[in-house]
């Protein structure tokens, strides 16, 4: 399967996508191609393989990126070669991305498990974008704005988990991900030999 993540910055997406990986096993996940630079005790090739503008855009050029997207002025994108890793080592790819590449890799993938984060409320999420510490208040108003926009893509994803308590919603990310696992394992079980006698010589 393929996994999208989305959801606006200061939302707990990097938290609850770290409780996933660590309990669910058999997940490959992506690490994102940016031009921006490391944040604080950002490490490359762990948190996003960090490349120069020029070679992001002769990337694009060349049709490396399963989907990538300008944002705040930085492009981030997924390489194609985690989709083919992910599937030499029977695991599902697990996307974090932000909503216009997801828009991107459902287009490709329509059959790709959809799941939108937000924060319980726009207050909230001020509050925790600020808690952080990390951003100048020009760059806080400028994520406030963005997520206004972001959580109005939240109804084309199929699932939407409102993050209020940490716990509840890593509980919720797991199930989701538990359940449609099984529902993409009976599809293709209850296929295959369907399948197979269409393939029989006659």
């Keep these: 399967m393929v996994i ?14 770290n409780e996933l990986i660590r309990v669910v096993p058999r997940l490959a996940f992506s690490v994102s191609y940016t031009t921006r630079k490391p944040r604080g005790a950002e490490v490359p ?5 960090y490349i120069s503008r020029p070679e992001f855009e002769q990337r694009i050029a060349a049709g490396e990126f399963l989907e990538h997207a300008e944002v ?17 080592k029977g695991c599902d790819l697990l996307l974090d991305i932000d909503v216009q590449g997801g828009m991107q890799v459902m287009a490709r993938r329509p059959d ?4 939108f984060i937000v924060a319980p409320s726009r207050e909230v999420l001020e509050q925790r974008l600020r808690k952080r510490s990390e951003d100048a208040e020009e760059v806080i108003q400028r ?12 109804s084309r994803y199929g699932y939407t988990i409102v993050n209020d308590d940490i716990k509840e919603s890593a509980q919720n990310l797991i199930a989701i991900v538990r359940a449609e696992r099984i529902r993409y394992q009976r599809q293709q079980d209850a296929l295959a030999p369907i399948l197979a006698t269409y393939l029989q010589p006659r």
Aim: a neutral charge; glycine letters at 10%.
């Design 45 to 49: 090739g762990q948190h996003y393989h």
């Design 112 to 115: 790709a498990v959809s799941i």
């Design 4 to 17: 999208i993540i989305s959801a606006p910055s200061g939302s707990g997406k990097s938290t609850l996508v």
């Design 143 to 154: 994520r406030l704005r963005e997520a206004s926009a972001e959580v109005n893509y939240a």
């Design 72 to 88: 705040f002025g930085n492009y981030y994108g997924t390489h194609q070669r985690y989709a083919e890793e992910a599937a030499a």
